[in-house]
């Protein structure tokens, strides 16, 4: 009988309540068990493709061409496997089928309601997702936070299901905060009885209470909590703001939540093997190097925007035994700047992202970086837009097309370098319209591509309406711009380099969305090492600067 655990959040958003939940994936995969995932977002979008990353974060991309929650991304990177459009429902989804259902009759003159029609969707697409995983264990999180309007028919589903089910087959863990408030010097427990006593009124009892706090909780304080909001102390665990969010696993474990977990469920499995991931955490902690890496984009507003990236970057970081610092750079910034302004801000970088993005806003101050790298041989990794705009850049100040753009920013360009894809001509609707999901990309042998994947063909996600402009090719390559990865099917270029310079490769999916903390994407992963050869370049040239002043001073000594 498979068995579900519901995660559901309360107090404030952002508590990591999809942290929370794939460590429990982490921690119950490590005992041998079958483990799937399922985010519920209750916005009446359909999906996230066409949401500000401003608000909603960052788009996460399945390999069957989904755009999802950028919770998805954690639950992948911490499970280590591919998940699928089924393991992210919102509102939007669960009304657009059942709306369906009622217009092709099905269900039989019934007035459809919110009880039963829309909890018996939702809760559809819990069975589903299990079934399709075959899963031992379904972990689903409930996103917003309790007493949000928009989560009700959510929570009561997951109230329902526990009926329909068995109780003995169900499980609610509850993420709430417990504040530090400085000025009297105490944790405050009364914000996590209050969402507590919001969850039991619509008739949800938790099992366990994960509290989310920065200073450890004496035992008074979890006591206090375990009696008012009626569960065993034992129960109410921990989870402290720790250095890396893969080392909450191993916090949780200490707590004794998958003991917890396997005794209330009655799961037989045997006991953690965790050895690697403890592994993983030692090298995060106690790196051998560091670098610098300028990242630079359009959406710096927001912590999660670009988190794939990020964690990818750290993915590179955990393969090198390096500590990456991630220098957020503003791409409208660089815009103002000129050729000595570019240099005094990313020269002290060790490498250079140009993150994905849409539109004109900021594109130029991408050029900028882009060119500050090509001439300075400083590495570079373009993603995406990135790309785009690295061979938008060489086409001007290398093959001498003045004016060359992407027809996306500007229709009219003498030069679009960068165009349209055939199919996307004539596509009017936004949402899940874009070349999406897992394509094979053929590697060029004898390619810095080649030298990271050591495989001629790769399977790589994208998200894009845009390609290079096979009609430049030519000239591009023919000036020294090398197309190293093709989609066989329609030969568009997939990957670009510069034969001569320490490292600069763009590629027109996203491979950040493939890296695991413990399988570090290949191109993330030699990115981060020609940035470690960066480092200790400068660092040798400035000690040999050093070295040199110091000659000079002793040979004008009397």
Same mark, same amino acid.
């Given at each position: 009988?498979?068995?579900?655990?519901?995660?559901?959040?309360?107090?404030?958003?952002?508590?990591?309540?999809?942290?929370?939940?794939?460590?429990?994936? %982490?921690?119950?995969?490590?005992?041998?068990?079958?483990?799937?995932?399922?985010?519920?977002?209750?916005?009446?979008?359909?999906? $996230?493709?066409?949401?500000?990353?401003?608000?909603?974060?960052?788009?996460?991309?399945? /390999? &069957?061409?989904?755009?999802?929650?950028?919770?998805?991304?954690?639950?992948?990177?911490?499970?280590?496997?591919?998940?699928?459009?089924?393991?992210?429902?919102?509102?939007?989804?669960?009304?657009?089928?059942?709306?369906?259902?009622?217009? %092709?009759?099905?269900?039989?003159?019934?007035?459809?309601?919110?009880?039963?029609?829309?909890?018996?969707?939702?809760?559809?697409?819990? %069975?589903?997702?299990?079934?399709?995983?075959?899963?031992?264990?379904?972990?689903?999180?409930?996103?917003?936070?309790?007493?949000?309007?928009?989560?009700?028919?959510?929570?009561? $589903?997951?109230?329902?299901?526990?009926?329909?089910?068995?109780?003995? *087959?169900?499980?609610?863990?509850?993420?709430?905060?417990?504040?530090?408030?400085?000025?009297?010097?105490?944790?405050?427990?009364?914000?996590?009885?209050?969402?507590?006593?919001?969850?039991?009124?619509?008739?949800?009892?938790?099992?366990?209470?994960?509290?989310?706090?920065?200073?450890?909780?004496?035992?008074?304080?979890? /006591?206090?909590?375990?009696?008012?909001? &009626?569960?065993? #102390?034992?129960?109410?665990?921990?989870?402290?703001?720790?250095?890396?969010?893969?080392?909450?696993?191993?916090?949780?474990?200490?707590?004794?939540?998958?003991?917890?977990?396997?005794?209330?469920?009655?799961?037989?499995?045997?006991?953690?093997?965790?050895?690697?991931?403890?592994?993983?955490?030692?090298?995060?902690?106690?790196?051998?190097?560091?670098?610098?890496?300028?990242?630079?984009?359009?959406?710096?507003?927001?912590?999660?925007?670009?988190?794939?990236?990020?964690?990818?970057?750290?993915?590179?970081?955990?393969?090198?035994?390096?500590?990456?610092?991630?220098?957020?750079?503003?791409?409208?910034?660089?815009?103002?700047?000129?050729?000595?302004?570019?240099?005094?801000?990313?020269?002290?970088? &060790?490498?250079?992202?140009?993150?994905?993005?849409?539109?004109?806003?900021?594109?130029?101050?991408?050029?900028?970086?882009?060119?500050?790298?090509?001439?300075?041989?400083?590495?570079?990794?373009?993603?995406?837009?990135?790309?785009?705009?690295?061979?938008?850049?060489?086409?001007?100040?290398?093959?001498?097309?003045?004016?060359?753009?992407?027809?996306?920013?500007?229709?009219?360009?003498?030069?679009?370098?960068?165009? #349209?894809?055939?199919?996307?001509?004539?596509?009017?609707?936004?949402?899940?319209?874009?070349?999406?999901?897992?394509?094979?990309?053929?590697?060029?042998?004898?390619?810095?591509?080649?030298?990271?994947?050591?495989?001629?063909?790769?399977?790589?996600?994208? %998200?894009?309406?845009?390609?290079?402009?096979?009609?430049?090719?030519?000239?591009?390559?023919?000036?020294?711009?090398?197309?190293?990865?093709?989609?066989? /099917?329609?030969?568009?270029?997939?990957?670009?380099?510069?034969?001569?310079?320490?490292?600069?490769?763009?590629?027109?999916?996203?491979?950040?969305?493939?890296?695991?903390? *413990?399988?570090?994407?290949?191109?993330?992963?030699?990115?981060?090492? $020609?940035?470690?050869?960066?480092?200790?370049?400068?660092?040798?040239?400035?000690?040999?600067?050093?070295?040199?002043?110091?000659?000079?001073?002793?040979?004008?000594?009397?």
């Amino acid at each position: 009988m498979t068995k579900y655990i519901f995660v559901t959040g309360g107090v404030a958003s952002a508590l990591g309540k999809g942290i929370v939940s794939a460590s429990i994936g %982490r921690l119950l995969k490590s005992r041998g068990l079958r483990v799937t995932l399922l985010k519920f977002d209750p916005y009446v979008n359909v999906d $996230a493709g066409t949401m500000n990353p401003y608000q909603h974060g960052e788009v996460f991309v399945t /390999e &069957d061409g989904a755009e999802t929650d950028m919770d998805l991304g954690h639950y992948e990177r911490f499970i280590d496997e591919n998940l699928t459009r089924d393991n992210n429902v919102t509102t939007g989804k669960i009304y657009f089928s059942v709306i369906s259902r009622e217009r %092709r009759g099905e269900y039989l003159g019934a007035t459809v309601q919110i009880i039963p029609h829309v909890t018996n969707e939702i809760k559809e697409a819990i %069975r589903e997702v299990g079934r399709k995983a075959q899963a031992d264990v379904v972990i689903v999180e409930v996103g917003g936070t309790v007493g949000d309007i928009e989560g009700l028919p959510f929570l009561e $589903a997951i109230r329902q299901f526990r009926h329909n089910v068995g109780e003995e *087959n169900v499980m609610y863990i509850h993420v709430s905060l417990v504040p530090y408030l400085k000025t009297v010097g105490e944790l405050k427990t009364k914000p996590t009885q209050h969402s507590v006593k919001e969850l039991r009124s619509i008739g949800i009892q938790p099992d366990v209470i994960v509290c989310r706090t920065e200073l450890p909780l004496q035992r008074s304080i979890k /006591e206090k909590i375990a009696l008012f909001c &009626d569960v065993p #102390l034992e129960a109410v665990i921990q989870a402290i703001d720790v250095e890396t969010i893969y080392e909450v696993p191993l916090i949780l474990e200490e707590e004794g939540l998958t003991d917890i977990i396997v005794r209330r469920l009655g799961i037989s499995c045997g006991e953690p093997r965790l050895e690697e991931w403890r592994e993983l955490v030692n090298r995060i902690k106690n790196p051998h190097h560091e670098v610098t890496i300028a990242l630079v984009g359009k959406y710096m507003g927001g912590g999660d925007t670009y988190v794939s990236i990020v964690e990818a970057l750290h993915h590179g970081g955990i393969a090198n035994r390096t500590k990456v610092k991630i220098l957020k750079v503003d791409s409208e910034d660089l815009e103002r700047l000129d050729d000595s302004g570019i240099a005094a801000r990313l020269g002290g970088c &060790d490498g250079v992202l140009v993150a994905p993005g849409f539109g004109d806003r900021g594109v130029e101050g991408k050029v900028k970086a882009i060119k500050f790298c090509r001439e300075h041989d400083v590495p570079f990794f373009g993603v995406c837009y990135g790309m785009q705009w690295a061979v938008v850049e060489f086409a001007r100040n290398v093959c001498g097309l003045h004016g060359a753009n992407t027809t996306e920013v500007d229709p009219h360009t003498p030069y679009p370098v960068i165009d #349209l894809l055939p199919e996307q001509k004539g596509v009017t609707e936004k949402g899940g319209t874009m070349r999406l999901g897992s394509f094979p990309c053929r590697i060029e042998p004898g390619s810095l591509a080649f030298q990271a994947y050591q495989e001629e063909v790769v399977f790589e996600r994208h %998200r894009h309406r845009y390609e290079v402009n096979n009609a430049y090719l030519p000239l591009l390559t023919s000036k020294g711009l090398r197309v190293s990865g093709v989609y066989p /099917e329609k030969n568009l270029a997939e990957i670009i380099e510069l034969p001569g310079h320490t490292w600069f490769l763009g590629t027109q999916f996203h491979a950040e969305y493939r890296s695991r903390p *413990n399988a570090p994407h290949p191109l993330y992963r030699e990115f981060i090492r $020609a940035a470690l050869y960066q480092a200790r370049r400068r660092k040798a040239v400035k000690e040999e600067a050093i070295r040199g002043r110091e000659q000079y001073v002793m040979r004008d000594e009397p």
